[in-house]
């Protein structure tokens, strides 16, 4: 499975042609580490129902950490990503 078939596969139909307009715009050389970059987020990425990688950050307004697996088996967890900008 090429690149295209490979987003073709993953992507929405309208996800697919904005992307392919999006990339269009762009010089050779970036358009292939853009290649690169999604193929390895769609090919890395966790399935639905696979564990989640366990990783730490800072907790806002502290010194503190929190690491994902802390909660495990504790209490279910709800990872919401997303820019408030």
Do not use: C, N, Y
Not at 26 to 37: K, L, N, T, Y
Not at 47 to 54: F, H, L, T, V
Request: hydrophobic share 45%.
């Amino acid at each position: 499975m090429d690149f295209v078939e490979m987003l073709q596969k993953v992507l929405s139909p309208t996800d697919f042609a904005r992307m392919q307009a999006w990339m269009m715009g762009m010089e050779p050389a970036r358009q292939m580490e853009m290649m690169q970059f999604i193929t390895d987020r769609e090919t890395r990425a966790p399935a639905i129902g696979d564990p989640a990688p366990d990783f730490e950050l800072p907790r806002l307004g502290s010194d503190e950490r929190v690491r994902l697996s802390t909660f495990h088996g504790d209490q279910p967890v709800a990872l919401i990503f997303g820019s408030f900008t």
